[in-house]
C-alpha cells in the first residue's frame, strides 16, 4: 500500500514591501531623534553663554568697584578758589598737594601759570579744563563769596573776573545737566560759611567743610570730602586707600586746625 503525501500549501519565499504606515514611523522615529539632539544641543549651548556671561558682569562689577575703592587714576579735578594773601594760597596748595599725592589731578590757576601764560591767559584756560574735569571743587570761602556777589567786577581785579569767569561756565554746567544738583561739583566750605550763605544756583549742591587735618581716620572732613571726590561713600574707601592716604604727609604738613580759610 503506497501513500502519497500532498500538500496544497506552498511556502512563500518572496520579501513583500514594507507598508506606506511602517516607513513614516521610521521617519518620524528618525527625525524625532534629530529634533531631540538638536534641543538637548541648543539648552546646553545657552545654558554656557549665560553662565560666561554672569562671569565676565561679575568681573566687571568687582573692577568697578576697585576702581571706587582706589584712588583711580581718571579723576581729574579743577579747583575754583579766591586767594587775596600768601597765607591764602598757603592753605589752598596743602590742600592740592595733599589731593595730588593720592593721584587726584588737581588744575588749579596758581600753579598753572606757565601754562595759563601759554594759551593767552585765563579767557582760554579755564573752559579748557573746567569742561573736560571729571569733578569741579569750589573752595567757598567768605572773601569768595564776597567776590561773587560783586556788582560791576573791575576789570582790573584779576580774581574777581577769575571767579566770575568760572562761575558762568558753573551755572552752564548746572543749565545743561537739567538738575540743580549736579554730581560733577562739590562745595568745600572754609571757617565761618554755611549753605544759606550760598547765592540760588549754588543751594542744594553737595558740600562739606574744610578739613583740619589731612587724615581720613581722623578727620571726618577729610573722609566725606575724598568720598564725593571719589563718588564713593567715605566709609567704603578701601584700607589700602585710607592707609595711604594717611601716610602721604608727614605730621608737619597737618597743622591747619585753626588757619582753615
Request: net charge negative.
Amino acid at each position: 500500500m503506497s501513500a502519497t503525501i500532498t500538500s496544497d500549501e506552498t511556502t512563500d519565499t518572496t520579501i513583500q514591501p514594507r507598508s506606506a504606515a511602517s516607513s513614516q514611523n521610521v521617519w518620524t522615529n528618525q527625525i524625532g531623534v534629530i529634533f531631540g539632539g538638536s534641543a538637548t544641543f541648543c539648552i546646553t549651548l545657552i545654558a554656557l553663554m549665560m553662565f560666561f556671561r554672569g562671569r565676565r558682569k561679575k568681573k566687571k562689577f568687582n573692577q568697578s568697584v576697585d576702581s571706587i575703592e582706589g584712588p583711580g587714576d581718571d579723576v581729574s579735578v579743577y579747583i575754583s578758589q579766591y586767594s587775596n594773601s600768601q597765607s591764602d594760597e598757603e592753605e589752598i596748595l596743602s590742600l592740592v598737594h595733599y589731593l595730588m599725592s593720592l593721584d587726584l589731578h588737581c588744575h588749579v590757576d596758581l600753579l598753572n601759570q606757565v601754562e595759563i601764560n601759554n594759551m593767552g591767559g585765563l579767557p582760554n584756560w579755564i573752559p579748557e579744563h573746567i569742561l573736560s574735569v571729571k569733578k569741579i571743587l569750589m573752595i567757598i570761602s567768605k572773601e569768595y563769596l564776597q567776590a561773587l556777589n560783586l556788582q560791576g567786577v573791575d576789570e582790573n581785579d584779576a580774581q574777581v573776573c577769575k571767579i566770575h569767569a568760572e562761575f558762568g561756565y558753573i551755572k552752564s554746567i548746572l543749565y545743561h545737566s537739567c538738575t540743580k544738583a549736579s554730581p560733577r561739583l562739590v562745595l568745600l566750605f572754609g571757617r565761618g560759611v554755611n549753605f544759606q550763605d550760598l547765592p540760588n544756583e549754588l543751594q542744594g549742591l553737595p558740600y562739606c567743610y574744610y578739613p583740619k587735618r589731612f587724615k581720613i581716620p581722623e578727620d571726618e572732613n577729610c573722609r566725606k570730602l575724598l568720598g564725593m571726590l571719589k563718588d564713593a561713600e567715605p566709609l567704603k574707601l578701601s584700607t589700602d586707600f585710607i592707609s595711604r592716604a594717611s601716610s602721604s604727609f608727614s605730621s608737619n604738613d597737618f597743622e591747619l586746625a585753626e588757619t582753615v580759610l
